[in-house]
């Protein structure tokens, strides 16, 4: 399973069933779960777990140091979790210290080409990003979201969940949960409702949603304003509740 070309540390810890191609390299603090394939010429170092059934493409680089100037060497780590795609020539990079020291990455994502995770970044479960979508420092993301081709993203922006994005998009500040965003500078245009439709939202909760997002967009109202609007929606439409917690933890703003 492992190609005789690939080097692998002998402390690395690999699930017997790991497939491993050829001129690809271990290193020593690597985990690997089970039913794992790593293409050919894949470099994986640093404290790095990968769990079960992830497929990793040619080329890729994972687990190397933060491109920080503030990164002194310290033991941070890169988590990748289950059934995860990764396609060729992705990039993942371990956390710092200055965050939470990990760089994390959930289950179940549609990771394609070229796509950059610098440190520190927080991404969910179900999510697709399109090739060459570029994640700055500390950047997370939610579940379900969607990032089109050549979207960028500037450090510590917070990403919600079931938001799609435009080829190109250039986001400086934060999307909330179920907004279509894109532009440079990005700027929200709807709700994504199609990819609501196909996660099983009810007609009903995408009319709620709909009217929370002309709540936030508009009406006219402040922002202050519009979150209390929709806190009073919320109490007939649960779905609204993770807009309502996004909301009130924005540290950037949000795209206007």
């Not at 794992?36 to 994986?44: A, Q, S």
């Not at 503030?70 to 795609?85: F, M, Q, S, V, W």
């Not at 806190?231 to 996004?246: G, M, N, R, T």
């Amino acid at each position: 399973m492992i190609h005789q070309t690939a080097i692998i540390h002998p402390n690395a810890q690999l699930a017997d069933d790991v497939e491993v191609g050829a001129y690809s390299i271990v290193g020593e603090h690597v985990e690997i779960g089970a039913g794992t394939v790593i293409g050919p010429h894949v470099v994986i170092n640093g404290h790095t777990r990968i769990g079960r059934h992830n497929r990793i493409f040619q080329f890729c680089s994972l687990g190397e140091i933060p491109q920080d100037k503030k990164y002194a060497g310290e033991p941070t780590r890169l988590e990748i979790g289950d059934h995860n795609t990764i396609r060729e020539f992705c990039t993942f990079n371990l956390g710092t210290a200055q965050d939470a020291g990990v760089t994390r990455v959930g289950d179940h994502n549609w990771i394609m080409a070229y796509v950059h995770l610098a440190h520190d970044c927080q991404v969910g479960n179900h999510t697709i990003f399109a090739n060459n979508a570029q994640l700055a420092g500390h950047v997370h993301v939610g579940d379900y979201a969607i990032l089109g081709g050549f979207t960028v993203v500037h450090q510590f922006v917070k990403i919600g969940a079931h938001i799609i994005t435009g080829m190109g998009t250039i986001l400086l500040q934060d999307v909330p949960p179920y907004v279509l965003a894109s532009g440079n500078p990005s700027a929200p245009h709807g709700i994504n409702a199609e990819g609501l439709k196909r996660r099983g939202f009810s007609s009903p909760a995408i009319m709620a949603i709909r009217r929370a997002y002309k709540t936030l967009y508009k009406s006219g109202l402040s922002f202050d304003e519009a979150k209390a609007a929709i806190q009073i929606q919320l109490a007939e439409h649960v779905e609204l509740q993770p807009l309502v917690d996004f909301l009130a933890n924005t540290q950037r703003g949000i795209v206007r």
